[in-house]
């Protein structure tokens, strides 16, 4: 079974309007955080979002918020007002266990966004 | 500080030969991993180091090694290549210890061409 998967591969959005990317994941361990990366057409990952499996609160940085869903294993990330430059490939990823345990990643498929003028 | 530095940014190579690739991590930053993507892929996990020990290992072929040194620098091998290694390898560092929500920080690839 796939441990991240996005079944969005490709989304589009009018500028100023805010979009959702669909994640879920699976996992049997109670640890895990939940990643957001983006990738624009220049190649770099840029780390957006963290949740945490233990975190009450849905996460939130700046325009970029994380709709955790625990009991439906699912970790949308919500951009607010959309800007141009947010059109690019949106990467959900997951981690179990913590870090001294390991940094092995699994990540989703991605989703394209393009952000329409 | 400096992100993650890899090299050399573009390879070609021709089916047979090996090749090494190049991973600086952000200074203080213990493991890298290695990722590579390709377009029907995704995102694959090669492996992890950390204080030059294996940690995690990915479904790659044996083709596939690495090594850390002890200033944290990695390299990639990949001997006997196949058309089907042309990718974007990524590498990626993080503290590696004791931060739990540490993301990974990604250089901004190589990407192999084999022929």
Redesign the interface.
């Known amino acids: 079974a796939q441990k991240i998967t996005q079944t969005q591969p490709g989304m589009f959005v009018q500028e100023k309007e805010a979009v959702t990317l669909d994640c879920t994941y699976d996992t049997s361990d109670p640890s895990y955080g939940l990643f957001w990366y983006k990738q624009p057409s220049s190649g770099e990952m840029i780390f957006l979002i963290y949740q945490g499996s233990y975190d009450q609160q849905n996460a939130t940085e700046g325009r970029y918020s994380l709709n955790f869903q625990k009991a439906r294993k699912s970790a949308n990330l919500v951009i607010s007002a959309s800007q141009l430059g947010d059109s690019a490939m949106y990467f959900c990823a997951m981690r179990e266990g913590d870090s001294n345990t390991g940094n092995q990643f699994y990540f989703g498929t991605g989703t394209s966004l393009t952000v329409i003028p | 500080k400096a992100g993650v530095t890899q090299t050399p940014r573009y390879l070609i190579k021709t089916r047979g030969q090996q090749v090494t690739l190049s991973c600086s991590p952000i200074s203080g930053h213990r ?1 890298v ?1 290695w ?1 590579q993507q390709t377009p029907g ?3 694959q ?1 090669l492996f ?1 180091y ?1 204080s030059e020990t294996q ?2 290992k ?1 479904n790659f072929p044996g083709r596939f090694s690495g090594r850390q040194f002890s200033n944290s620098r990695s390299e990639m091998n990949v001997s006997t290549l196949e058309l089907g290694d042309s990718a ?1 390898y ?1 590498c ?1 560092s ?16 190589t ?1 192999l061409t084999v022929t």
């Open positions: 493991s991993s990722y892929q995704g995102l996990f992890e950390f940690r995690n990915g974007l990524l990626a993080s503290p590696g210890q004791g931060r739990w929500n540490s993301p990974l920080h990604f250089g901004n690839g990407r």
